[in-house]
């Protein structure tokens, strides 16, 4: 099982705000750089936040991202039907020598 | 724009062997470190394995070490992934990623997928 965990899931409706916790160990995100993705079932991973809380080109900025000591967050503001998906924080492990990813959050528009 | 196209996947019985390309354009290949990243059905992501900028230097997940094999070829823009001794439990759809210029950076773009499926 994965080293980073989140809660299994998340919901809410149109509009609220929903936040995602990732939380890891000071060999993971203590020491080292957050990014989350978005899958949605059948299509590839999408970047949403790139070193803790950078959003690459495109993302809307109702995603955030923030990390504090060994663990991290990911809030959704206005959300929206089409942010039903899964969503997944990673970050470098130092002493396994590889990334990460957490155990997933399923995000439910209510 | 970042492509990048797996292909090589299908169904393979236990023990036996396949091999997985990913073709890459858009981008400056040996810019970025690169790296595999596969999904079993019906759970989360994980990480297989990364190749450094010139190919020197990679690392496994426990789970594939001393059965998988990453490589590169700078020069065709394309990246490998051999898998040998195949389990049930490598049943997975398979994605190719790339990294960046260091292997502590998470992947930004991704390829589609291709499913590998290991059943007698």
């Known amino acids: 099982q994965s080293v980073v965990t989140q809660p299994p899931s998340a919901s809410g409706t149109p509009g609220q705000r929903v936040t995602i916790s990732c939380s890891g160990s000071?060999?993971?995100?203590?020491?080292?750089?957050v990014y989350w993705y978005q899958k949605v079932p059948g299509t590839a991973p999408k970047l949403l936040i790139a070193?803790?809380?950078q959003r690459p080109s495109g993302v809307p900025d109702r995603f955030s991202g923030s990390k504090s000591a060994t663990s991290a967050s990911l809030a959704i503001s206005g959300l929206r039907s089409e942010d039903e998906a899964d969503y997944y924080c990673?970050?470098?492990?130092?002493?396994?020598?590889?990334?990460?990813f957490g155990t997933g959050t399923q995000v439910n528009v209510l | 724009q970042v492509q990048l196209v797996e292909s090589g996947g299908g169904l393979v019985k236990p023990g036996g062997s396949l091999r997985l390309s990913c073709a890459a354009s858009?981008?400056?290949?040996?810019?970025?470190?690169l790296t595999w990243i596969r999904q079993p059905p019906g759970k989360g992501l994980e990480w297989v394995s990364f190749?450094?900028?010139?190919?020197?230097?990679?690392n496994y997940a426990d789970s594939v070490k001393g059965r998988f094999t990453i490589s590169r070829d700078n020069a065709k823009n394309s990246l490998d992934l051999q898998m040998n001794n195949l389990r049930p439990d490598d049943t997975a759809v398979y994605y190719c990623?790339?990294?960046?210029?260091?292997?502590?950076?998470?992947?930004?773009?991704w390829g589609q997928g291709i499913l590998v499926t290991v059943s007698s």
């Open positions: 990623a790339r990294g960046g210029p260091s292997n502590w950076e998470g992947p930004d773009f």
């Open positions: 990673g970050t470098w492990d130092d002493r396994l020598s590889g990334f990460v």
């Open positions: 190749i450094s900028r010139t190919g020197s230097h990679m």
């Open positions: 070193k803790n809380d």
């Open positions: 000071s060999s993971n995100i203590g020491n080292n750089y």
């Open positions: 858009g981008f400056i290949f040996n810019d970025y470190y």
